[in-house]
């Protein structure tokens, strides 16, 4: 009995630790890390990259993220939401400035500073974080007069870039206050992320305050980031064991040996980052308001309404994701709307010219930011508003030249025609013009038969004469077409008024035609 009872407790004792092996093995982290790029300007397209392999990260159970960095920088508002979703991530991010030569300039030194863990390449570089806006300057008060203080404090700022161990101090902003504000705001909020993930707040303020920028290696040493790495898998290898905090709890990173899968972005984020573009948008919204104004005048045409009301919509998509001013998304729509009016309406160039006028400012507001990725391109204005300048100047030619030409529709059309006469009796008779049957009126003597001139259209019934007089009816029409009444020594009749269809006088010399006539048909 003793013997069963000791083995049973041998058989217990070595189950037991294999299943306690079992259940560490189960609970241990992933072996794999999630890697993506970030190159270019940071935009819409960025967040959207950003987002969606956090996500994927964490669905994964991925030990960490790698985001390895190459921009100029980018747009405020995509910065900002990038960030909050590192600082809110459960999984751990390493930014990695890299390649060699790349950097981390203005929105990408916010990123680094947020990240769990800042690394970069040999040869990189990261700064230059001071807000600047592409419209040319802030559109508040005056400047400052303070060119003497700003060149010493950048002499200060080189001094102090030189001995690693100095402190930066703040150096008075100049500018308006709207400059002022943008710039302080930047530099409270890098302060905090780096006070958040225990880096460098001085030299933080002054990349903002001074656009101050640092290679790798001094960055390393001044505590900007945490290390220098040659690549992907020297950089894990040197993050395995470090402490980061991860929410509100401390994470010791287990990186050694993880197994790198680089994540592509998908065509959704191809894209947006495509569309994202105020340029594109811009040309978008201007096909978009042509092809629904061209269906309107031409109900039933339907691919102008279709490719109109498609590129419309892909153009109010595109300026969505971007932070735009919608008082110049209005401006661009009135400038274009007017320019279209001006083609069908004698404004005489008044509304042509509003429309540009409207459309440039439109243009010039619409966006701000600091990146040229993301600004107006002023020769794609120019051309915008030349062709659209063109295409109503083309149309009111076209307008002047029809107004000179000859009618070729309606009763006036029939001016200078000619008819056979069926039947005649006391001035007035039947004739067939163009196959169809007319009440006819004539001073002169007609005989069936005969061919005669329309010189004159009134209702349902025509003035008609001999082709010789209606020769000279047809030649006394103005040169735009409208018909005038014929002399009176040609024989030609006025044109009938609403209540008399026939001459009431006739002329002397009519009754000595008829029997010429009658004894030449005889």
Known sequence: MICVLALLGALLGGAVPGAAHAQDAKGAAPRIALQIDLQGAIGPASVDHVLRALAKAQQRQAAVLVLRL???????????????????????????????????????????YASHVAAMAPGTNLGAATPISIGGGWPNAPRERDDERSGRAAERSGERAAEPGAAPTAAPVPG??????AVNDAVAYLRALAELRGRSADWAEAAVREAASLPASQAQTRGVIDLVARSVDDLLQQADGRVVMVGDAKLSLQTRDLVVEHLEADWRTKLLGTLANPNLAMILMMIGIYGLVFEFMNPGALLPGTVG??????????????????AGVLLIALGIGMMVAE?????????????????????????DADLPEFAVSWPLAGTMVGAALLLTAMVLRAGWQARRHRVVSGPEAMLGGTARVLSWQGGRGHVLADGVRWQATSPAPLAAGQMVRI??????????????AGDDAVAARSPDGQRTDPAPDRGVPPMPG???VAPTR?????????????????
């Open 70 to 112: 190459d921009t100029p920088g980018g747009l405020d508002t995509s910065m900002r939401e990038i960030v909050r979703a590192i600082v809110a991530s459960p999984v751990p991010v390493l930014a990695y400035v890299a390649p060699s030569g790349a950097r981390a300039a203005s929105a990408g030194t916010f990123i680094l």
């Open 176 to 181: 308006s206050a709207g400059e002022r504000k």
């Open 309 to 326: 009301a498609i590129s419309l919509l892909v153009a109010l998509y595109a300026l969505s994701a971007l932070p735009v001013n919608y």
């Open 343 to 367: 083609a069908f309406t004698a404004s005489l160039g008044v509304l042509g010219i509003g429309g540009a006028v409207a459309f440039i400012i439109g243009a010039t507001i619409l966006i």
């Open 455 to 468: 010189v004159a259209v009134h209702d349902l019934t025509l003035a008609v004469a001999s082709d010789g």
């Open 498 to 500: 609403p209540d008399t």
């Open 506 to 522: 006739a002329r002397p010399q009519a009754p000595s035609a008829a029997p010429h006539t009658d004894s030449a048909r005889s």
